[in-house]
């Protein structure tokens, strides 16, 4: 029996670039995918929210000079990009899945209908979000939860290429040591670099909790999934 029956997976576009580092890196869609289809055959419903920081981010791309706006516009729509790569890799693993985008691509996807997902991921079908918020100034990461409160899911996956949080940068502090919990307000006070502010004060508000793990570990995602204490939560621990 899994703990969290039904969440959000925030994949960063970071991940599927593998090493490369830019774009996607095809067998690495291969094993993230085939984690996905590991994690839904235990019975738990899945929504991924993918991000498009592999292709352009547009806080980076406003430093060289083009306009904020255009340049997250770019950025979300990178995210269809790997969202329909996503779609592909899943249906080929006999994964049904559907994607749902925030900017209007009649052709490629669905446009949104929270009864219709919900239906979709109680079958057991694979939803994935593109074009985030559908706003500039936002991060997919809002997005992700967002979409975790809409649809009641227990809790926000923010898949990432790092075990977790850590009192200070383990990079450059050799003590640093690991969280396995952190209170909204103090990942908050931490300016943390792998969640954005805007997502983590909106989980706050919405009591959704985060859960920061590293998804490069295969077999991690299920071990989430199941509860096991893996990465950092994120919540309000006051409230429980
Ligand atoms: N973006 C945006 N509004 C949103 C979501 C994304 O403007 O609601 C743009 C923004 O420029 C962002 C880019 O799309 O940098 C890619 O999204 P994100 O940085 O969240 O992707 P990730 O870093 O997770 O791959």
Redesign the pocket.
Known sequence: MNTYRRFLL??????LSGEKGFGIDWETLDWITEEIKETLNLGCQIGIV????????????ATHGIERKR??????I??YL?AIAIEDFLEKKGVESKIYG?LGLRNALDTYDSKEVLSFLKEGRVTIFA?????????????AVLKASELKANAVFKATKVDGVFDKDPAIHKDAKFLNQISYLDAIKMRLRVI?LTALSLAMELCIPIVVFNMKVRGNLKKVAMGEPIGTIIRDWEAV
């Open positions: 925030k994949l960063s576009g970071e991940l993918i991000g498009g920081g592999n292709f352009i981010r547009g806080i980076d791309s340049a997250d516009y770019m950025g979300m990178a995210t790997n925030s074009g985030g918020t559908g706003n500039p100034y936002f991060s997919t990461d809002t997005a954005d």
